[in-house]
């Protein structure tokens, strides 16, 4: 074997290019920080876009290898990726969407991924090259938080990204670091759709007063400060948590509550956008 | 210049070695997943053990160089970190405590740190072999989310850990992470000291019921699972994030108020375990 590594490189760009001309639509779900429910909110316009559209044209590939929860909040656990001859088949999801997670390769829960930087590029390469999606309308990357290496490889291996969602929480703090985000797509040329503010207010489940439990008004600030489109504002429900830890999907079990609307009119919205492209 | 590049390594590690032989108690912050508020906790258990010793005798690491927000909730944000023959000065926060950031080094707000796992891996070493801390009572490594380059780099860099401080929210979807986190230190032969469970439960500033907001019984249940401690629960109170964003330390701010009694429940807890060694 005296394959050259250059060589392998142009061929896995080659693999990877082939298998996104496919897809007619490549986003990426970023978020500077974590914890603001970026994984929950993939899902559920996963969920909204599949309802649109056949649920087999939509596929989710979780990026984050060290915390990959895809599969839990979707219900895909337990399944196991498989290959053969063309490649690495997805799991399927609810309405068939397709879903490809490191979390389908763990041999059990607790398994910590402990891979350096360069690994967990190879790994995510691998998936891109490798992942047999189909045809697909959408593809949606829930990337892992920060702008690390993850982040860095899937920007640049995706010959071309048609839009990046940047998920935020209404706090002040997650704003500084949510710019860092949006800076970052604007220096590797990605283009960014929009900005989803997550865990906007909470209703008391008692009384029905609105709650500002992480402040308010942050995405509209950062939407106005960075010139970057506010596509909605998703409130925090309690539900939203227990469908993910049941691996219910969301937006059927609890189809009429404000957050799931929301869900449906930005999937609306977005595709929208990139009609308009 | 002929210097190996492995004499370099040894050189460094001396350094560190030498650094940390004047801290008495080195601690991680750690958590599987991001936004469980680990920076927060950090910055309060900091602000709990300066209460109890000197503040210039608490340092704080900021080990996230993607998302640094030490700085900002302590309200030491602006400040520039210096350099001298005798290494890097670290920023002063409230009563005292030593802050270390990438924050303090960045030239504005949105500028994102773009760096894969080598260079992040540099950094972190620097940081620990050139900070000039002085000696110290303790010293608190907050961790980026995630079980990657930065985490590895700091626990194999640091001669001794006293203590991982693991922290997590109640829903199980976060749980499923948090073991890994655990797997994680047990892997590595760090000693994990407990389990903080943030955001536990919210009280309706209207009618003063008690919300799960992300579910109930998480941290019980992972210190059950994997026979660790639980050292308390924070409730989510809207003034953390309120003073987070101000920069002012909610544990002075808000002094009466269950989640800062709690912080110094926990802070007394940590050093009675530290003390029965």
């Not at 298998?19 to 779900?29: H, P, S, T, W, Y």
């Not at 604007?186 to 609105?210: D, Q």
């Not at 309690?238 to 009429?256: M, Q, R, V, W």
Request: include cysteine; charged fraction near 25%.
């Amino acid at each position: 074997m005296s394959r050259q590594p250059v060589a392998d490189l142009e061929e896995i760009r080659s693999r990877i290019d082939a298998r996104m001309r496919r897809i007619k639509r490549r986003m990426l779900i970023l978020s500077g920080k974590g914890g603001v429910g970026k994984s929950v909110i993939t899902a559920n316009l996963a969920l909204a876009l599949a309802m649109r559209h056949d649920g087999e044209k939509i596929g989710i590939l979780d990026g984050d290898l060290t915390g990959p929860s895809i599969p839990k909040i979707l219900g895909a656990r337990g399944q196991a990726l498989s290959a053969g001859p063309p490649g690495i088949f997805p799991v399927e999801g609810p309405l068939g969407i397709k879903i490809v997670s490191i979390d389908n390769l763990l041999p059990e829960d607790d398994t910590p991924v402990i891979w350096r930087g360069p690994l967990k590029s190879r790994a995510i390469m691998d998936f891109l090259s490798e992942v047999v999606w189909g045809e697909l309308e959408y593809l949606l990357v829930d990337l892992p938080p920060g702008t690390g290496d993850e982040a860095l490889t899937i920007a640049q291996s995706i010959p071309r990204v048609d839009g990046v969602i940047i998920v935020t929480i209404p706090s002040d703090l997650s704003q500084f670091i949510v710019r860092k985000a949006v800076s970052f797509c604007r220096r590797l040329e990605l283009p960014v759709l929009g900005i989803v503010e997550n865990m906007s207010w909470l209703v008391c489940p008692n009384c029905g007063a609105e709650i500002s439990v992480f402040m308010h008004g942050g995405g509209e600030k950062i939407s106005t400060e960075m010139g970057v489109r506010l596509l909605g504002r998703i409130p925090l429900d309690p539900n939203i948590c227990k469908a993910s830890d049941a691996g219910e999907p969301y937006l059927f079990t609890y189809k009429e509550s404000p957050a799931a609307q929301e869900f449906l009119r930005i999937a609306n919205e977005i595709e929208l956008i990139l009609e308009a492209g």
